[in-house]
């Protein structure tokens, strides 16, 4: 049996839309809503959030906030790496935007520094941009990026200043590790939403990437065997779970909705499914945006998929 801990993770300023560090505090009062002690039996612990920066200019044009992404992605890396070294402790973390898969990645590379780490991505985006490809700026997007220690510099586009390069190369370099993951030890489901810089590095890299519409027809439980083979060769597996990756019949409570994404269902099924592999070492679920949903339904949603994993791992391990 594992001892489960909560990391909440309420940054949001790698986003382009406000409201996402308010995602964990919704999952609480959808927890409430249901009767559910979940947040009193296991143990939570908040990482200090650098949101203070989005009242102040942004100065770095190809890689918004960076340096505020750097402090909060180096705690984070700290909390995750306590927790991961932990005997017979299960992180899951509550993040706001997508850049805390940079920390998350991070501290599970350095608990685990001998170790191949697998990544199961589950989103609407590949979030693989860097400064030199973003055509927004804004960081969330290039979260996978960051971990891979990848600039894609053949499909360059921008072209950043110093301080950007420069904490671009401390972020990528965590740990003293880099990368922390490998091309070929990744997997996205229902990915569908990307521009021709993240699309040149994932046929480049032939990056495995399993649609919603090949879920429905090949079964949930298959596509899950399937993903959990293709990753056979990692010692440790992280999911991360952004809420785009449900349709936007379900998902308005997100900050970047995209149609074609997975059924509350097929979402909660397929990560239970998942989550009976034993190199599952965290989970983590961003990107619920209650400012912009109706009667907190996208963190009910979440909150009955999160009962889906913590029930596997308390009952299966």
Same mark, same amino acid.
């Not at 589950?122 to 973003?134: E, G, N, Q």
């Not at 779970?241 to 409570?253: E, L, N, Q, T």
């Not at 269902?265 to 099924?269: C, D, I, P, S």
């Given at each position: 049996m594992k001892t489960i801990k909560i990391i909440e993770s309420k940054s949001e300023i790698g986003a382009g839309t406000r409201g996402a560090g308010m995602g964990a505090d919704a999952i609480r009062i959808a927890a409430l809503d249901f009767g559910s002690s979940f947040f009193k039996r296991h143990e939570s612990v908040e990482v200090p959030n650098e949101n203070k920066l989005l009242l102040e200019p942004v100065s770095n044009d190809y890689a918004k906030r960076i340096k505020g992404v750097y402090s909060f992605s180096e705690r984070l890396a700290k909390q995750v790496n306590t927790f991961c070294k932990e005997e017979g402790t299960f992180p899951i973390v509550l993040s706001g935007d997508h850049t805390s898969a940079i920390g998350v990645a991070s501290g599970i590379k350095m608990a685990f520094p001998e170790k191949k780490l697998g990544l199961i991505w589950?989103? !609407?985006? !590949?979030?693989?941009? &860097?400064? %030199?490809?973003?055509p927004s700026g804004n960081m969330h997007g290039m979260g996978i990026a960051a971990i891979l220690g990848e600039?894609?510099?053949?499909?360059? +586009?921008?072209?950043?200043?110093?301080?950007? +390069?420069? %904490?671009w190369e401390k972020i990528k370099t965590f740990g003293g590790i880099c990368p922390k993951i490998q091309y070929e030890d990744i997997v996205m489901i229902a990915v569908r939403d990307f521009e021709r810089q993240e699309e040149y590095l994932l046929k480049k890299h032939?990056?495995?990437?399993?649609?919603? &519409?090949e879920i429905r027809s090949r079964g949930v439980e298959r596509i899950a065997v399937e993903t959990l083979s293709a990753l056979d060769s990692c010692d440790v597996i992280y999911i991360s779970?952004?809420?785009? &990756?449900?349709?936007?019949? +379900? &998902?308005?409570?997100t900050g970047t909705p995209v149609p074609g994404g997975l059924s509350e269902?097929?979402?909660?099924?397929l990560i239970y499914y998942l989550m009976r592999s034993r190199k599952i070492c965290?989970?983590?679920v961003v990107e619920i945006n209650p400012t912009l949903d109706r009667e907190n339904r996208m963190a009910e949603n979440v909150f009955e998929i999160l009962l889906k994993v913590t029930n596997q791992l308390i009952n299966d391990f």
């Open positions: 589950i989103d !609407a985006h !590949a979030d693989i941009h &860097s400064p %030199y490809t973003t600039d894609n510099k053949e499909m360059q +586009i921008n072209k950043p200043d110093d301080e950007t +390069i420069e %904490y032939n990056v495995k990437n399993i649609s919603a &519409s779970f952004d809420v785009d &990756s449900m349709d936007p019949d +379900i &998902s308005k409570g269902k097929e979402t909660g099924n965290c989970f983590e």
